[in-house]
C-alpha cells in the first residue's frame, strides 16, 4: 500500500499550491477592486508612463532619450554618454548627470544602472503605489511566484503516479484504477493553471489594473500624432525600440557592450 503515501503526497503538494495560487489571487482581485477609483483625476505623467510600463530601467532610457533629443546630452553611436548641458531640469535628470559623473562623460549602461537605482525613481515608485497605480514590491511577483508552485505541483504529481505505476504491485488494487487516483491531483493542478491563464495572465510586474487602465487610455490618447510629446510617450510606453533615430537606437544597442580599451 505504499502507493497510498505516494498519493497523499501528491494531494499534500496540489492542494498547497493551489491554495497558495488562489489566495494570491484573491489579494490580486481585492486590490483591483479598492483601486478602482485610483485612476480617476490621475494624469500620467512621462516618468509615471515610463515606470508603469517597464519599471525604473524604463524611467533611465526615458530621461536619456528626452536629454538626449534636447541636445543636452550626447549620447554617441559606440555607447558613450556626454554631458553637454550639466543643468538638470528635475530630479531624474539630475540623477543621470550625477551618474555620468565629474567628468561628464561615461558608458550608457553604468549610467542607466545608476539612475534606474536613484531616489527620484525610488521617489517615484513610492507615489504611484500610494495612488493605488503601481503594484508594491511584495506583491509584485505574488501571482507569477504562485503559478510557478502550481506548475511544480503538476510535475511532481506525474512523477509520483508514474512512481506508484512502476512499484510492484503491492495490493490487488488494479493499476488503472491506481492511476485514476492519481489524475485526480493532476486535474487540479492544470484546471489552476487553466483558470490562472485566463484570470491572471493579464497583470503585470509594476502597473496596478488600475495603473494598466491608465497606460491603455494614455495609449489611445496619443494615436496618430508625431508632436516631442508623443514620441516621449512611445518610448515610456514601449521602450527603446520606439526610438526612431538611427544614431540614438545604436547608442542603446551597444549599452550591453563589454568596455574594451
Known amino acids: 500500500m505504499f502507493w497510498v503515501l505516494l498519493l497523499l503526497l501528491a494531494w499534500a503538494v496540489a492542494g498547497t499550491a493551489c491554495t497558495r495560487l488562489c489566495l ?6 481585492a486590490v483591483d477592486t479598492d483601486d478602482t ?24 532610457d526615458l530621461t536619456l532619450v528626452s536629454m538626449a533629443r534636447q541636445r543636452r546630452l550626447l549620447l554617441a553611436h559606440t555607447g558613450w554618454a556626454t554631458v553637454v548641458d550639466p543643468r538638470g531640469r528635475d530630479e531624474m535628470e ?20 545608476a539612475a534606474a537605482g536613484a531616489d527620484a525613481v525610488r521617489s517615484l515608485a513610492d507615489g504611484l503605489v500610494q495612488a493605488g497605480l503601481a503594484v ?29 505505476l512502476l512499484m510492484p504491485a503491492q495490493s490487488e488494487m488494479p493499476r488503472d484504477l491506481v492511476a485514476v487516483w492519481f489524475a485526480l491531483p493532476l486535474i487540479l493542478t492544470l484546471s489552476c493553471l487553466a483558470i490562472a491563464r485566463v484570470e491572471a495572465h493579464p497583470y503585470s510586474p509594476w502597473a496596478s489594473p488600475a495603473g494598466q487602465r491608465l497606460l491603455g487610455t494614455l495609449t489611445r490618447r496619443t494615436g496618430g500624432a508625431v508632436d516631442d510629446r508623443t514620441y516621449l510617450t512611445s518610448v515610456a510606453v514601449r521602450g527603446i525600440r520606439a526610438v526612431g533615430e538611427p544614431e540614438l537606437r545604436a547608442a542603446f544597442a551597444h549599452r550591453d557592450q563589454p568596455w574594451h580599451e
Open 94 to 113: 539630475r540623477s543621470v548627470i550625477g551618474a555620468i559623473g565629474p567628468e561628464g562623460q561615461s558608458r550608457i549602461e553604468p549610467v542607466r544602472s
Open 136 to 164: 508594491p514590491d511584495g506583491a509584485r511577483t505574488t501571482v507569477g511566484a504562485g503559478l510557478r508552485q502550481v506548475r511544480a505541483a503538476a510535475v511532481a504529481v506525474l512523477a509520483l503516479g508514474v512512481t506508484a
Open 37 to 60: 477609483t485610483a485612476a480617476q483625476g490621475h494624469d500620467l505623467t512621462l516618468y509615471e508612463a515610463a515606470f508603469l510600463s517597464g519599471g525604473p530601467a524604463r524611467v533611465a
Open 24 to 29: 494570491a489571487a484573491v489579494r490580486a482581485a
